[in-house]
């Protein structure tokens, strides 16, 4: 079972805070898809950083595809249930805990609060299929999983990524992952030191 934390990648986070959510704040719906979303601390914590930085009102028009071909079959019931061991969620800081986590039960688990819950659907998905589960996506976020894959297919994967995002929407994938260079006219980078990616139109 693939294992993961909390605000695992702030850098990526902090990018999204600082390039993306200010281009998501005129738009009336506002669709994201993460793929390869394990157990869910990744599209949890987009979603704590987008209420923070956006505040109810607008987040209330956030919706998180989160997929994973997962291969448990476990991934969506844990998901569903926003509940978390203190391993993976101790080093969010103390603040952020206090707001969106309560205790739950004996055994130090940590339920996420409904309003980040309501935002993230789950839905297994195969990349490899090709075929998209979002496609006016504002952000896409895609780490730790085109690494396993041929050249072609993260070309492929890649394509598809940018027919699901609207005009002007953002790609965003791990620092050691490059953009494949048959894609990379479809795309424009806002910064340097961070994959994170404009649609070009």
Known sequence: MAFTYFF???QTLDMIRDYVIPEMRSRRYIHIWDAGCAMGPEPYSLAIVLRENMGPMIFRN??????????SNLFGKIIEDGIYQWDQVGRIP?????TYFTPTGPTGEYRIIDEIRRSVKYQQHNLLSF????KDA???VCKNVLLHFTEQERAKVV??????????GFFVTEQT?????????LFEPVVANARVYRKVS
């Open 177 to 185: 992952q490059k953009m494949p260079k048959e894609m990379e006219k």
């Open 131 to 134: 075929e998209s589960v979002q």
């Open 8 to 10: 695992r990648d702030m």
């Open 62 to 71: 956030v919706q998180i595809a989160a997929t994973d071909i997962d291969g």
């Open 94 to 98: 103390k603040e952020i805990m206090n």
């Open 138 to 140: 504002m952000l896409i």
């Open 159 to 168: 394509k598809m990524y940018y027919d699901s995002l609207v005009d002007g």
